[in-house]
């Protein structure tokens, strides 16, 4: 009997990548004795490969139209196989390019006349979750869930992590200043949860150091794990943590796509109700972060879903 070949597309970014796991987990179910490949970019990678929605994964390395040779690299790996149905879950202007590379094969996405299209006029106007449940929907697919990472596993004793810990991530997209929260209210946060026995653990790659330098310097208790952590570490620390407070950025999606109870920071530059993460999350939003009090993130945390995992003692 022939086994049904499926491809699912979803290329970046990190956020996008983790709010695709419900829908990953809806097309596996859709198709559970398929070959499921999945072509996406190579950050990514090494977390759909422990996902157990894949079969396969394919790199888009994602060359540009004077890149002669990776287009061709491209063109012949998308043509290698005829897919019983593909699922466009990036539904940009270069994903939707693959329909016409493939010869218009089945296809969900926004490809005109493709078999699947979803054509809703307000779909850039809906929150990425609602969109890709309605677009999966129009595919047959009736049931979308939340993203979930419970799946994920990794070593973390190397970090030797304190038994009550939160995560911070203060950092984010070095060119979108503007969506960070200021370092000086994250050192004062980090000590408020270090004087009630809560080590404030920062995460955070090389491009969010001068961010986070500033708070380990102001708060001697707390915990850098600057540049130390895999998408998979993130996600089991946030399944062990008290809780999380960064800002709009992608790790708050892992961290709350695992379970987290997350407190996520929204200046003017995003629009909450398009893209934030789903779940435990409280979502706080300020025109300008540097407006965004103190007190209003710990009085999130002392009332929000965080709230339970931080007894005893709580945060006044």
């Not at 790199?59 to 019983?84: C, N």
């Not at 708070?215 to 998408?231: E, K």
């Amino acid at each position: 009997m022939k086994i049904p070949r499926i491809l699912v597309i979803k290329l970046s970014a990190l956020g996008d990548f983790v709010q695709a796991m419900g829908p990953f987990a809806a097309i596996r179910a859709r198709h559970p004795d398929a070959r499921i490949t999945l072509l996406t970019t190579k950050p990514y990678v090494e977390l759909a490969e422990q996902s157990p929605y894949f079969d396969e994964i394919w790199v888009d390395s994602r060359p540009r139209p004077w890149e002669v040779a990776g287009v061709m690299r491209l063109r012949r790996m998308l043509r290698s196989t005829k897919f019983d149905m593909v699922y466009d879950l990036q539904t940009s202007e270069r994903s939707t390019t693959y329909y016409r590379i493939m010869g218009g094969p089945n296809w969900s996405g926004i490809a005109t006349d493709c078999s699947h299209e979803h054509a809703n006029p307000d779909r850039d106007l809906m929150h990425t979750i609602d969109r890709q449940a309605e677009q999966l929907a129009v595919a047959g697919i009736a049931a979308t869930p939340l993203p979930d990472l419970s799946w994920a596993v990794a070593d973390v004793a190397r970090f030797r992590m304190p038994d009550r810990y939160m995560l911070l991530v203060p950092g984010g997209a070095p060119h979108r200043q503007a969506k960070r929260w200021p370092a000086q209210r994250y050192a004062e946060l980090a000590n408020a949860l270090a004087g009630q026995g809560v080590v404030p653990v920062i995460l955070g790659t090389h491009y969010d150091a001068e961010q986070i330098e500033p708070i380990i310097a102001a708060c001697p208790h707390a915990m850098s794990l600057l540049g130390q952590t895999s998408f998979a570490d993130i996600a089991v620390l946030a399944r062990l943590a008290a809780g999380a407070v960064g800002n709009d950025t992608g790790p708050m999606h892992l961290i709350a796509a695992a379970g987290c109870p997350s407190v996520v920071l929204f200046s003017a530059e995003s629009d909450p109700s398009l893209c934030a993460p789903r779940g435990l999350v409280t979502v706080l939003q300020a025109p300008d972060l540097a407006e965004l009090a103190l007190s209003t993130v710990l009085d999130a945390l002392s009332v929000g879903p965080a709230a339970l995992r931080l007894r005893p003692p709580a945060l006044t």
